[in-house]
């Protein structure tokens, strides 16, 4: 029986990218921190290889372009739900053209592609929520309202609000799901604010699951077939405090992966991936 | 509604005849035609509403003019008068068009229910009728209005369409209610105004397929057979592929099975039941909604979304904010704006205003009224009864169909076999249906025969149908009094208390509904439950008695009493076995008749306890007491012992509750924590329903939930501030009153545990009443007491009515003291000592000596007066205060007569107002007091009756009188009534001159056209 809407954090498939060597130097940062990207493109490799092999997921890596130094962060390049994908206007100029390897990447996995070609629109993916049931796009730096339209536009079957992002880089810098109904979100208080402005749009009830470091809130969740409720999160070492938090979610199995270096260029753990769904296709 | 019952249904007769002829002629098998019977259920139902009460108050007046034939019997000729007959077209959900004929005077539900019975639907309550406007806008047809004035121009066409999309379609009870579901929302699929994606379009196509057509067969079907079908806007072949490669899985697979799934899909469309309005934002947008950069939000294009769960706001696709109906406060219109008061939340401090522009008057109106209706339907127990102030400018327009709650509850009782129907294909969307009726005649006619098996029954099923409505009335205008008082509370609480609510929060809508359902059931297989359904079976034939009787006999069965009696035993030898009421039970009987009639017959009446009740905010130690309405709560509260019932009034942000989320840090707590908090609220939510009583809104911090001890203190300090909210200077309506089952729900986290003894118990409710009445002081506890209390103060102050009825009623049985409301104009005077009070608390002073002090609220605040309101008003209250406290008691019998020109008025509509001194409504003492003495003494003159009750009580050492008056006024439409409220109010203030007038109600019923109603 087909049904809609129902396989949230089921995934088949990720779309990920490799990390250029000019991301070191040109990434886009909020700071001023040194990357070192030996130890980056590590930290990535072992970021795909638990997709892959930990978690069974068939990994299409792309190529690294250098003249692309933030293309590793390819969420911002795509929103996939269900079988459509939406590509993005990134809100960056710098980064307008790591659609196109992304596009062509989700031709060839037979989704549905819907171009964000108006020229006023800027959507990144990082600012888009998807709870299973809804999304949620933050009006953010690189994010407005036009792309947010766009977005709903391409997913009819969800009501799609949009919500400030008063501090951070992304929707996603604070928050994320961390499985059906539950999100994650960080303790701090735009952070808060924004979640309680999710509430009041939303029709749906969530859990919330709230820890100590904005940037800890960002995890990727998915539901496995034979592994259940899958976490990635930070390492306890970067997050001490948020990783105790997560500890506490008894039916997941928790994943920590180490992302020091990739948060130096604001890039969270759902940056560096797309996921997809190829059984919701029929 | 109902237009069926006495005299209406005189006039339709001979329609009904002529339908029955026409399409039926086959079916006839039945004496009793299905035709009649269908009549009566509508009838029945019609019960329920207000409207439905306007008529009966209207038939009441044309018997008592006619010379008060009885008509118990409906005579299928006497009515027969020169009608004019309209045909009306009716554009059905599968495109085809039913023609029928109506009396030109016929209303709207006459309409809806000759379409309901040709579609043998049964689940009506989600459905309506709407017509064009001359801007081509559909408008919803109100069924309590006629439809001539409906429809100004024009040939009488309509459409039949879902007015209520259900949140959750699995819970309605017949597959064929969900088929005509499927319709409306394949409909609004092809035309676009449920957007879906190209999945859903195939998905929802495919099972469409699969209903229409059955399993796939290409040999029967052949290739193409998906082409004639209609699933999207823009219907591509690759979208028909896939429709077809779906089609091809579900063999086996039944139409009715395939409706579950299409609907299944449906639900989750964010657009779904989403009722759009064009307007653009007044002012700059809310504090939280993320404007666009650098964009001014004034004049912004956007769209008013009306749903089950609030109003959204959407711009273009995007929704940028949602304000669900507890965080509205009121909703208005005026001219082409409209505007919603916003509770204050997390992000506002203060109760805010947010204005729209509509493109027209109409248009604003419109909105508002839809909001009105699903405001009513989807979250109030029971419609509201109407507007309360009637001098004032404004529309009295009131949503008074069934709320889902209780159309859940009579469709829970439909016992028919289900129907079989023949599903129209969508292809053949052009083909007539008009005669296709026979099939589905004949599944009725089935119903029917079953039904005549047990004939009796099955009437009694619909009387109990109609009863419980009608009880649920009371409880919902309790409750929306309650909601008005709690509203108030609520915006004095500070929006961020947390509450242990947000736990239960956790509980899909959709488990709700379950829980809900269940307690349903639960409470109908209980001995209790269906004694009183029984008791109210018996009742609705009374009722409709009673209708024809004359006015003046109404009185006399007022006074003397009626039919309850079986009713009453019950509930006596309930309240005996009890042993908490069995002392009380005693007195008891008498008020729970009392409140029972009232329940089915009179809106009126009950609005006047109910908005008496609901203006105090009790506040004890600890424990608020928000309203003590009726039976529901006390119900609850009796079963559980009186501590039990504790609603929780923090709960108030809605909202938040809703978007609360929950912390996961209580994980490992949360599953039997949600799980339990959501079956609770439904329990409680259907005790209440079931009840009807009002809730005891009490917050004990300490017992129940430990989270909300926190809450309960805080909330109780907050709440005391009850203000009554003052009346808008707007014209229009508000919502305020409603928002009591919101709180309910929040609530049940408390009342969970109550509830469950209160099942237990199964003590009805009436009983508690009882013994609040009864002043029960042997309390263990101080909560205890305070239950107790609560539903004495209550009483007390809810109306005198009630204590005086009371008194007779043990001597007379208690027929209906709320009947007599029927009475155009209702005085009231009550001398109260109140010890001036402060408004909204309760101070509960050891358990045996109580002060409660009461405040009321809002109603008063919660009409908007007219011009001619403010002044009075003004006096009242300045009589209250002026009114010494102490009165001794002068217990005049005033007559006040008022006259009247003679000439009979059949009123079509009953406006009801009631004027309250702020202040005068405290009453002080929370003390049930001691009732010295009651007597009721009426008095007629050709147009005027005047019933008179007077009632002593002794309080706390200080005696209190309180003389109500009902006065009717029975004269030609040119009488200024208002001038006549005037004189009566004078008048009883110069016989009275040591009183005060606390409260006036008053009830008008206005015939636009006289001839209506009676010829």
Known sequence: ?282 | MTTESGAASEAKQPQENKETEKGKAKAAAEPTSPQNQSEQLPAATGHSTPARKDQEQQEGDQVSHRSSTSRLSRSPLKGVKKTKIMECKVSLLDGSDFTLNVEKRAKGQVLFDKICDHLNLLEKDYYGITCRDVENQKNWLDPSKELKKQIRTGPWNFAFNVKFYPPDPSQLTEDITRYYLCQQLRDDVVSGRLPCSFATHTVLGSYTVQSELGDYDPEELGSDYISELRFAPNQTKELEEKVMELHKTYKGMTPAEAEMHFLENAKKLSMYGVDLHHAKLVGSLYECLAPAEGEDSEGVEIMLGVCSSGLLIYRDRLRINRFAWPKILKISYKRNNFYIKIRPGEFEQFESTIGFKLPNHRAAKRLWKVCVEHHTFFRLISPECQPKKFLSLGSKFRYSGRTQAQTRRASSMIIRPAPLFERSTSKRYNMSLSLDGAPIMENHETLMKDSAADGAAKIITKGDIITTVTTEKKAEEEKAEQDDAQTDAVETQEPTATTPLRHDTKTDSEQTDFAFDGDMTATESEADDDSEMRTQDTSPPEEMVKHQTSISELKRSFLETGESTPGMTEWEKRLSSSPARSPKAEEAPMIEPLELQDTKDEQPAGEKPSKEVEPKATEAAGYLVKYVVDSITTDLASSSGPHGISLSTTMDDDVFMDGTLREVDEVSERAETKVSPGAVRQEVFQAITDKKGTLIILKEADDKVDAEGKETSAAGEEKEPVIPEEAEAEEIEMLSTSKEIEYINEDTSVVVEAKTTARKMQSPKMEIKTDDMTQIKGTDSPKKAMASWIPEVVKTEASEVISVATKEVKQTKASDAMQQEEEIFTFEEVQTELPKSSPSQITVSGSSATSLEVSTLGWVSCSEKGPAEPEEKMAVATETEAAPAESTGPTGLDVVEVGTKEAPVVHTETKTTTYESAEADTNGDVDPGVLLSAQTITSETTSTTTTTHITKTVKGGISETRIEKRIVITGDTDIDHDQALAQAIKEAKEQHPDMSVTKVVVHKETEITPEEGED
Do not use: W
Request: aromatic share 6%.
């Open chain 1, 1 to 282: 029986m087909a049904g809609l809407m129902s396989d949230f954090g089921c995934y088949t498939h990720a779309i990920v990218r490799a990390i250029p060597a000019s991301l070191a130097k040109e990434a886009l940062r909020s700071s001023h921190a040194e990357v070192d990207l030996a130890k980056a493109r590590r930290e990535h490799e072992l970021y795909t290889e638990v997709l892959r092999t930990t978690l069974g997921l068939e990994v299409v890596e792309l190529p690294a372009d250098e003249s692309l130094p933030d293309c590793v962060f390819v969420e911002d390049a795509a929103v996939v739900c269900g079988d459509t994908a939406l590509i993005t206007r990134p809100g960056a100029e710098s980064r307008r053209r790591e659609t196109e390897a992304m596009s062509k990447a989700l031709k060839d996995l037979n989704l549905n592609i819907v171009e964000m070609t108006d020229e006023n629109a800027t959507l990144d993916g990082g600012d888009v929520l998807f709870t299973g049931r809804e999304f949620f796009v933050g009006l953010s730096k690189r994010t407005n309202q036009r792309g947010a339209e766009i977005l709903a536009d391409a997913f009819k079957d969800y009501a799609v609000s949009t919500v400030p992002v008063l501090e951070g880089l992304h929707l996603k810098s604070f928050c994320s799901m961390g499985g059906p109904g539950l999100i994650v979100i960080g303790a701090g208080e735009s952070a808060q604010k924004t979640l309680k402005i999710m509430q009041q749009m939303s029709d749906h009830r969530y859990d919330k699951l709230t820890v100590a470091d904005d940037f800890g809130a960002n995890c990727i969740y998915m539901n496995l077939p034979n592994k259940g409720h899958v976490l990635l999160h930070h390492t306890a070492e970067q997050y001490p405090q948020s990783v105790k938090v997560f500890e506490k979610l008894k039916d997941h199995m928790l994943i920590p992966v180490c992302n020091m270096q990739k948060v130096k260029v604001d890039g969270a753990l759902t940056c560096c991936s797309v996921l997809i769904n190829k059984k919701a296709n029929v």
